[in-house]
């Protein structure tokens, strides 16, 4: 995963840029960012869970109801959970999350008293939303390309049935972290995949994702999903997809993400600028870690959260 010196050099640059323009209106609490910033440049969730698990809400939630482990499509995994308000309201629109878990793990909740990845449904509840919290299959049963195909079904579900519980067909979000971003981005990229005509989507957003496989040495675990044979890995990245899509995009790295995952927003971001819709919208959260970008989520660190909306209100 070593970077080329000028890619370091760039990366620099950009980081002490964004934080100087952002360091004095910061919300994260000095103490939380030090205790970040000494957990460092690591994906770490059980120390990053600790750190931002009290700051999250705690079942019953008020004012929201909530369906768990609804059928999406035919396989085990296929289960989603819906956030929405308790009393009607007019249509609103949908973001559907898909969790981080290294291609061969994760979940939706990651215990079934924890507030992750309630966080970001409720969030999405008090912020307009109607809420779609999905899992996925799993590596090394299902390899590339299932998550690609497991966001279609998720797709046309919601599509197909989100009116009667009060969202919009016609405005939904496709939002995921980590693998999980890996898996929207190939959904968006590879139309083939798709189960509703254009994709289905109002927008995409990835956060911490990998869109060019070529460009480090892949890992155990990816290669459990991607496959052993590199030659095919040019085809399953993302990269040129994203070039070309109609559909908008919106990509997040952290200030504190391993480099790869920096080096990969980079990426992206350049093959985005070749679109004639022109370049997505590329956030790098100063002061966040790889596991802190979502579990601050409906806290009062709205940095990451602001963006979404206003994404979301403008098409672009």
């Given at each position: 995963?070593?970077?080329?010196?000028?890619?370091?050099?760039?990366?620099?640059?950009?980081?002490?840029?964004?934080?100087?323009?952002?360091?004095?209106?910061?919300?994260?609490?000095?103490?939380?960012?030090?205790?970040?910033?000494?957990?460092?440049?690591?994906?770490?969730?059980?120390?990053?869970?600790?750190?931002?698990?009290?700051?999250?809400?705690?079942?019953?939630?008020?004012?929201?109801?909530?369906?768990?482990d609804v059928k999406y499509g035919a396989a085990d995994r296929n289960l989603l959970d819906?956030?929405?308000?308790?009393?009607?309201?007019?249509?609103?629109?949908?973001?559907?999350?898909?969790?981080?878990?290294?291609?061969?793990?994760?979940?939706?909740?990651?215990?079934?008293?924890?507030?992750?990845?309630?966080?970001?449904?409720?969030?999405?509840?008090?912020?307009?939303?109607?809420?779609?919290?999905?899992?996925?299959?799993?590596?090394?049963?299902?390899?590339?390309?299932?998550?690609?195909?497991?966001?279609?079904?998720?797709?046309?579900?919601?599509?197909?049935?989100?009116?009667?519980?009060?969202?919009?067909?016609a405005r939904i979000y496709l939002m995921g972290h980590s693998a999980g971003a890996v898996?929207?981005?190939?959904?968006?990229?590879?139309?083939?995949?798709?189960?509703?005509?254009?994709?289905?989507?109002?927008?995409?957003?990835?956060?911490?994702?990998?869109?060019?496989?070529?460009?480090?040495?892949?890992?155990?675990?990816?290669?459990?999903?991607?496959?052993?044979?590199?030659?095919?890995?040019?085809?399953?990245?993302?990269?040129?997809?994203?070039?070309?899509?109609?559909?908008?995009?919106?990509?997040?790295?952290?200030?504190?993400?391993?480099?790869?995952?920096?080096?990969?927003?980079?990426?992206?971001?350049?093959?985005?600028?070749?679109?004639?819709?022109?370049?997505?919208?590329?956030?790098?959260?100063?002061?966040?870690?790889?596991?802190?970008?979502?579990?601050?989520?409906?806290?009062?660190?709205?940095?990451?959260?602001?963006?979404?909306?206003?994404?979301?209100?403008?098409?672009?």
């Amino acid at each position: 995963m070593a970077l080329p010196k000028s890619a370091l050099a760039g990366l620099a640059i950009l980081v002490v840029a964004i934080t100087a323009a952002r360091a004095q209106q910061s919300p994260m609490p000095e103490e939380l960012a030090r205790k970040l910033l000494k957990i460092g440049r690591i994906i770490d969730p059980p120390k990053t869970f600790a750190l931002y698990a009290p700051l999250q809400q705690k079942e019953p939630y008020h004012g929201v109801k909530v369906e768990r482990d609804v059928k999406y499509g035919a396989a085990d995994r296929n289960l989603l959970d819906v956030f929405m308000p308790e009393t009607a309201a007019s249509p609103r629109p949908v973001l559907i999350y898909v969790h981080a878990g290294a291609f061969v793990g994760g979940n939706k909740r990651t215990t079934p008293t924890s507030p992750f990845y309630d966080n970001i449904m409720l969030w999405a509840v008090k912020n307009g939303f109607v809420g779609v919290n999905i899992n996925y299959r799993l590596a090394p049963q299902a390899a590339w390309p299932a998550g690609a195909e497991d966001m279609a079904t998720a797709v046309q579900w919601v599509t197909d049935r989100i009116s009667e519980r009060g969202g919009s067909p016609a405005r939904i979000y496709l939002m995921g972290h980590s693998a999980g971003a890996v898996h929207v981005a190939n959904y968006v990229s590879h139309p083939e995949f798709h189960k509703v005509k254009g994709g289905g989507l109002a927008g995409a957003i990835m956060v911490s994702g990998i869109y060019d496989l070529t460009a480090t040495p892949l890992a155990d675990n990816q290669r459990a999903y991607f496959g052993a044979d590199p030659a095919r890995y040019a085809e399953r990245s993302s990269l040129q997809g994203l070039a070309t899509t109609d559909i908008p995009l919106m990509l997040v790295a952290a200030q504190l993400d391993p480099a790869g995952f920096v080096l990969q927003f980079d990426l992206g971001k350049q093959a985005t600028c070749k679109r004639a819709s022109g370049c997505a919208r590329a956030i790098l959260l100063p002061q966040h870690s790889h596991m802190s970008e979502v579990y601050s989520i409906n806290t009062a660190d709205t940095r990451l959260t602001d963006e979404i909306l206003d994404f979301v209100k403008s098409g672009k």
